[in-house]
């Protein structure tokens, strides 16, 4: 099933100089996975106090930056001998916790569904939770897609662009919305499948 994890190996390429000169100076695989978790949190409570649709611009930044430091955590842990069971912890928790915080700021479109917008966000949990029990059961962690992490960043970082440019219609977003929660629970299907 094509996703955008698939770009992951040409993204991690062009990180590599940087994360070599991160472990150079001593920063940590965790440091990094903490520092993306603070950011999404910081930036979905603030755009929530903002209130203004014009801060959703901020969405696609924040999003890349922090696509960008989930590969950097995962190369110093790899590439720099860093891995551990904390560092296991911090990044499936961490990966949670910066998808809700990054979901939630779309509460502040006039007339989104919550209902949706709630079906959405705990699909996305699934995928995770999904991924992550393929260890349990003697398999590696499950990515597949079509709506995993990085597809996600992709469809939030576009609504963040889209709606205070082009004033989308809430009923284009509450439609997209439930393609995205189809899509997040056809990925649990494929990543239980995989797993078995």
């Not at 100089?17 to 979905?44: D, F, H």
């Not at 479109?109 to 995770?128: G, H, N, Q, R, V």
Request: net charge positive; proline share 4%; no cysteine.
């Amino acid at each position: 099933m094509i996703s955008v994890y698939q770009l992951k190996p040409k993204f991690q390429q062009l990180l590599r100089p940087l994360v070599n000169g991160l472990a150079r100076k001593g920063i940590t695989a965790n440091e990094v996975t903490v520092l993306a978790m603070l950011l999404s949190v910081i930036t979905g409570v603030a755009l929530v106090i903002s209130n203004s649709l014009v801060s959703l611009l901020a969405l696609p930044i924040i999003l890349l930056i922090r696509m960008a430091l989930n590969a950097i955590d995962g190369m110093l842990a790899r590439e720099h001998n860093q891995q551990s069971k904390l560092g296991a912890y911090l990044n499936e928790i961490g990966d949670v916790i910066s998808d809700l915080f990054l979901i939630i700021p779309l509460i502040i479109i006039p007339d989104i569904s919550l209902w949706l917008l709630a079906a959405f966000a705990f699909t996305a949990l699934l995928t995770e939770f999904a991924g992550i029990l393929g260890v349990m059961v003697g398999a590696e962690r499950q990515y597949q897609g079509p709506m995993g992490k990085s597809d996600r960043a992709l469809v939030l970082g576009l609504i963040g662009l889209l709606v205070p440019l082009f004033a989308v219609s809430s009923i284009y977003l509450n439609a997209a919305l439930t393609v995205f929660t189809a899509l997040s629970v056809w990925t649990v299907i494929n990543r239980i499948r995989a797993a078995l």
